[in-house]
């Protein structure tokens, strides 16, 4: 990564927030090439017990970007995102979306709990807002 992409990451957060030196040495451990996939950073968040917020914050103040969504949406190459939108949804689906729903977008955390309930994918919940046309934001991790 570039150390202008770094610094850019580095300044989407504010001036007064600093990193936790716990959880930067584990990031900067299992960080490759200044990239760290959503999985990894999940793991370390339960492994040392902190939210993935603050596992977010630290990679950006770190300049670590997160690839490899879990939904699909971000870091994949060359493509980017590898979501692509299901041709039929399960009405049991398309309801628990629509019951989730923050101003017309799904929270990150909220797919999660979908796939978790439904026993099905998180990319699965993804590609069912992919056909719907529904944005999945906030990120838990902060990368949208």
């Known amino acids: 990564m570039s150390h202008q992409k770094e610094k850019d990451?580095?300044?989407k957060r504010h001036a007064n927030e600093i990193t936790n030196p716990i959880?930067?040495?584990e990031?900067?451990?299992l960080a490759r090439e200044g990239e760290i996939a959503c999985a990894l950073a999940f793991e370390i968040a339960k492994t040392i017990n902190v939210t993935a917020k603050d596992i977010g914050l630290n990679l950006d103040l770190s300049g670590i970007r997160i690839n490899k969504?879990?939904?699909?949406?971000?870091g994949y190459k060359p493509e980017k995102k590898i979501v692509s939108p299901l041709d039929s949804i399960d009405q049991n689906l398309r309801d628990a979306?629509?019951?989730?729903l923050v101003d017309g977008r799904l929270p990150c955390k909220s797919a999660w709990d979908i796939a978790l309930m439904l026993?099905?994918?998180?990319?699965?919940v993804s590609r069912a807002c992919e056909a719907m046309k529904i944005k999945i934001k906030p990120?838990?991790?902060?990368?949208?």
């Open 9 to 11: 990451i580095a300044t």
């Open 23 to 25: 959880i930067e040495k």
């Open 27 to 29: 990031i900067k451990t």
């Open 69 to 74: 969504c879990q939904l699909g949406l971000f």
């Open 97 to 100: 979306i629509k019951e989730k």
């Open 119 to 124: 026993g099905i994918t998180k990319i699965t």
């Open 139 to 144: 990120c838990q991790l902060g990368a949208f």
